[in-house]
């Protein structure tokens, strides 16, 4: 009998124990899981190792997905806060109100999706009407573009349909997007697609091409060439085809920009609130800039409007 009961306080020490451990994370230290949509991997990883080399005492478990996986494993608890394109949306924070969890917001950077080719393929230049045909089945021969092109067959290549560049160029097209469209895994395997295929177009997150001190990148630019498109934004030049520099997404100029944020369901000031701080911070924001992507929250000065590399 006392063999059970000595069992019964020990197994409830760990039970008491587990449960402190779950709840005792502050802004710097403790574990949280986060999830983040696959478009930004690369310069998140450069932010989580930033940040934990900073808080060693901290450690934040990244599930690296798509944006409609990111949206459920935040709505269902399973991470604490994710970095996805869009805000929440009315029925996303009805949800919320009803749980009386008030979200936390913020938004941290501008991207753009870049458009991308094989490295022989001298078609490098796209009005925003041919983009618009490319990517709803209108156009799907490379003679469609260019008369003199032997590539044949234009395949369009793009993540995933569950990705957030696919819900932009829904977006951003009103829907006219061909469900002919061939989806891969993630960023990667576009760009390795597009390598090896020389009649691809391939759709992805600039960030994936825009860090030029990634040895990854630089590999990845020697063997794709980026489209510049002429832009329909206002204030742009209309004769100019732009590509996703880092000067023209600034201006936004480049026509196919958008924002970039961090939602934490996080009722206290625990470690999802010193990441956000953290990302938010001088030190975070500049992190996004040395990547080629353009900081949120701090100004920047264009010295240079364009690098030749991209």
């Known amino acids: 009998m006392k063999k059970i009961l000595s069992l019964f306080v020990l197994l409830l020490l760990i039970s008491c124990n587990s449960k402190k451990e779950e709840v005792l994370d502050t802004p710097t230290s403790g574990k949280i899981t986060i999830s983040v949509d696959e478009t930004f991997a690369p310069i998140i990883k450069s932010q989580i190792d930033t940040f934990e080399k900073l808080y060693p005492d901290a450690k934040i478990n990244v599930k690296y997905t798509n944006q409609i996986k990111a949206f459920e494993d935040l709505m269902g608890d399973s991470s604490r806060a994710i970095i996805v394109t869009r805000p929440l949306n009315k029925e996303e924070l009805d949800y919320f109100a009803k749980l009386e969890i008030i979200p936390h917001v913020v938004k941290i950077c501008y991207d753009a999706v870049a458009v991308i080719v094989n490295k022989q393929n001298a078609d490098t230049c796209f009005t925003m009407d041919q983009l618009k045909k490319i990517v709803s089945g209108e156009i799907t021969t490379w003679n469609q573009i ?62 994936w091409i ?10 990845f630019r020697d063997n794709i060439n980026v489209v510049g498109i002429k832009s329909d934004v206002p204030n742009s030049d209309p004769q100019m085809f732009y590509k996703p520099f880092q000067a ?18 996080e009722a206290r000031t625990g470690l999802a609130t010193g990441l956000t701080a953290f990302i938010a911070s001088d030190k975070g924001q500049r992190i996004f800039l040395k990547s080629g992507l353009v900081p949120a929250t701090m100004p920047i000065r264009l010295i240079e409007t364009y690098n030749e590399k991209l």
Do not use: M, W
């Not at 825009?210 to 590999?219: A, E, K």
């Not at 023209?248 to 920009?257: D, G, R, S, T």
């Open 146 to 207: 260019n008369p003199k092109s032997n590539l044949g067959t234009l395949q369009t290549i793009f993540d995933n349909g569950n990705s957030s560049t696919y819900s932009y160029l829904k977006e951003r097209f009103s829907n006219a997007v061909s469900k002919k469209l061939f989806a891969v895994k993630d960023n990667e395997q576009v760009i390795e697609y597009v390598t090896k295929n020389k009649g691809a177009l391939g759709i992805i997150g600039v960030n």
């Open 210 to 219: 825009s860090d030029f001190n990634d040895t990854t990148v630089v590999h």
């Open 248 to 265: 023209y997404i600034a201006l936004k100029h480049y026509p196919l920009c958008r924002e970039v944020y961090l939602l934490s369901r």
